[in-house]
DNA sequence: AATCTATTTAGAAAATTTTCTAAATATCTT
DNA sequence: AAGATATTTAGAAAATTTTCTAAATAGATT
């Protein structure tokens, strides 16, 4: 995992929208589509995009393609966040 | 404060680097500028979404500008990304 | 007040990201 | 196997972001 990716992967709204959307569980790449008022194809470009940053993985069933959160990076992420926790520089003395 | 000005500002290695270099404590811009490849209008121009996005508050002294960390921000980010943690969905049962 | 030092602003160029349309792929149904 | 449904890929256009150079601002020093 890279954290230039997951950032990335966070910094548009879209995407953090659709991984709102998936603590309710697995969803349909259509499913997620049609809640914006975006084509097929953008929607499938930022799923690729969270794919990628390992937010998400997909399960494919028939014809359709499901996608879930992938809760251990959020786990990743948390810890490049606590470094910023407590035990800060010297308060300047 | 907006988190897609927090997430955008995150978005970004250098933004990113210039945070975790101020966990030392307050640095002024050229201080900060000097670690990077950049020339100062660039820094300054990060400097600024950080500040933006409240991740960094800066204080003027002399003809100098200094930045530091402005950590309860981070406690905020901390609570977006909790709302991933636990009460997963209905597990796809 | 002239000059120097530190930083920012303005405006343009370069790079990247987001979005679309059209075509491709893959699986299902008849 | 032909047609229907779900999604992705390719390639181009549009939008945004990052970077630079040059000029502007602001405070300090001579």
Chains 1, 2 share one sequence.
Do not use: C
Request: hydrophobic share 40%; charged share 25%.
């Amino acid at each position: 995992m890279s954290f230039a990716e997951t950032f990335k992967a966070l910094s548009d709204p879209a995407r953090r929208e659709i991984l709102l959307m998936l603590r309710g569980g697995k969803m349909s790449a259509g499913e997620i589509g049609s809640h914006f008022d975006m084509t097929g194809a953008t929607v499938s470009y930022h799923l690729s995009v969270l794919k990628k940053a390992d937010l998400v993985y997909e399960t494919k069933q028939k014809n359709f393609v499901f996608y879930e959160l992938n809760t251990s990076v959020f786990e990743e992420i948390m810890l490049w966040f606590a470094q910023f926790k407590g035990e800060n520089g010297d308060e300047n003395k």
